[in-house]
């Protein structure tokens, strides 16, 4: 018997309250996840039009535009690594951190030097304990993004895209790179949520994967006032929205992993308090045996004794 | 008149969708001026900038949003109007629009974006003034 009951009774009261604390925060994380699917659907109609109008004129103009031509020779890449603002998620950041952590091994192979960008606070945290810079970071919204976040991390990747590299970046803007990285992580379901890291841009634009029905196919459109001009406002939006989607998925990820963790914390604390209660009551019932003993012990002797003097 | 169905529109912010139904007419404003879109209309995709949109249903109600800078694209009387923010005119919060505006003219700043502020403000009022 290491330690006495009340110690132990301490203890258990100890992690009843914790495990009241992770029960709320899994309760929390679950209701909030619900709302963070529903943004992401309400937000799929804008990304579905958008895409639709991005491939239309991608489909009836040649135009190139700055942001789809692949410069020659790349040796700048940007990556922007959206994480969480808050901890108690498992291994949520962490996971995305060591996914950028694989891409830029990956691109600095290639000879490319790579600026980062964060979103999140744990991402900040991370480059600043290892001193290693960050162009930008953005913080506050982790679990609930809203569009002109998306629309300001949007503008400041683009514009990193459209300087020049290599020369000194104008006043008040992103030094210049000559590709864009995403990584976040994907809300498959419930259950699995996996870091991928995607390139942003130049811009791909790939149509959808099922081919087109008759009736979906496209129809000749006339652009206002150019082909050109239409692109020109199309693809910021659509680079917009695409980060957008994505840290609406960070988002529902977050949730989906804190809910995830602390339940498991709360399964864990259940398996504690049932622990420390057998070891307390096996304690207590020790010093039980040990008082009866004592008094049979303390009656004997003093039978003894009697018996002797007599 | 030979007939050409009803429009379906949808009215899409970056968000949400704002409205969507049929309709007989829309209005809005592009880069080049005012369209106005009846069924039957050329595909088309332009580029709209912050102003009213006048949606007109088969019922004869009018519906007025503001919205901001985005796209119009019409096709097979599909119409869908894109916009980062967009907001129907029993939405809009007339006090705060004005508020804005006051405080978009007063910064005295003449760049893009205090420009682009004090647009989105008066759309948002001049919306709730034709709705009314």
Do not use: C
Not at chain 1, 6 to 12: D, G, H, M, S
Not at chain 1, 196 to 219: D, F
């Amino acid at each position: 018997m290491a330690l006495s009951v009340r110690e132990y009774r301490a203890r258990i009261k100890s992690t009843e309250s914790m495990k009241k604390i992770t029960r709320a925060m899994e309760l929390i994380a679950a209701s909030r996840i619900i709302k963070a699917q529903q943004r992401a659907q309400s937000a799929a109609p804008y990304a579905r039009e958008l895409t639709r109008a991005v491939s239309a004129v991608a489909t009836f103009s040649n135009v190139d535009h700055a942001l789809t031509v692949e410069p020659e020779d790349p040796k700048k890449a940007a990556i922007l690594i959206v994480t969480s603002d808050r901890g108690l998620a498992g291994a949520y950041s962490s996971n995305v951190l060591k996914e950028a952590e694989r891409l830029v091994e990956k691109l600095k192979e290639e000879g490319k030097e790579v600026d980062i960008y964060v979103s999140g606070r744990k991402g900040e945290a991370y480059f600043k304990f290892r001193q290693r810079p960050v162009v930008q970071s953005w913080t506050g919204f982790s679990d609930q993004p809203t569009y002109d976040v998306a629309s300001d991390i949007g503008s400041t990747l683009i514009s990193a895209f459209l300087n020049e590299t290599g020369g000194e970046p104008e006043e008040g803007t992103a030094p210049g790179v000559d590709e864009v990285h995403v990584v976040y992580t994907r809300f498959r379901s419930m259950l699995a949520q996996e870091p991928v890291a995607l390139r942003m841009l130049p811009l791909e634009v790939v149509e959808g994967e099922e081919k087109p029905t008759e009736a979906e196919l496209l129809p000749l459109y006339e652009f206002e006032p150019s082909p050109s001009e239409v692109l020109d406002s199309l693809l910021p939006r659509y680079v917009q929205s695409r980060i957008f989607f994505a840290l609406l998925q960070a988002a529902a990820s977050e949730l989906a992993a804190r809910q995830k963790a602390m339940k498991s914390a709360t399964d864990n604390a259940d398996e504690l308090i049932k622990k420390y209660k057998r070891i307390a009551n096996q304690a207590r019932q020790a010093g039980i045996t040990q008082e009866i003993s004592e008094i049979v012990g303390g009656v004997n002797a003093l039978a003894d004794a009697q018996a002797g003097s007599e | 008149m030979a007939d050409y169905g009803s429009l379906q529109v949808e009215l899409v912010a970056a968000d949400r969708l704002v409205w969507s139904g049929e309709a007989k007419m829309v209005i809005a404003r592009t880069t080049e001026g005012d369209v106005g879109i009846l069924p039957g209309h050329a595909p088309m995709l332009s580029v709209i900038i912050e102003g009213v949109v006048d949606v007109q249903t088969a019922e004869g109600e009018t519906w007025i949003a503001a919205v901001d800078a985005g796209f119009l694209s019409v096709a097979n009387n599909r119409v869908s109007i894109l916009s980062e923010h967009a907001e129907m005119s029993h939405e809009i919060d007339l006090e705060k629009a004005r508020q804005d505006l006051e405080r978009a003219q007063s910064s005295g700043e003449n760049d893009d974006a205090a420009q682009e502020a004090v647009r989105r403000a008066e759309a948002r009022i001049r919306a709730v003034e034709r709705a009314s």
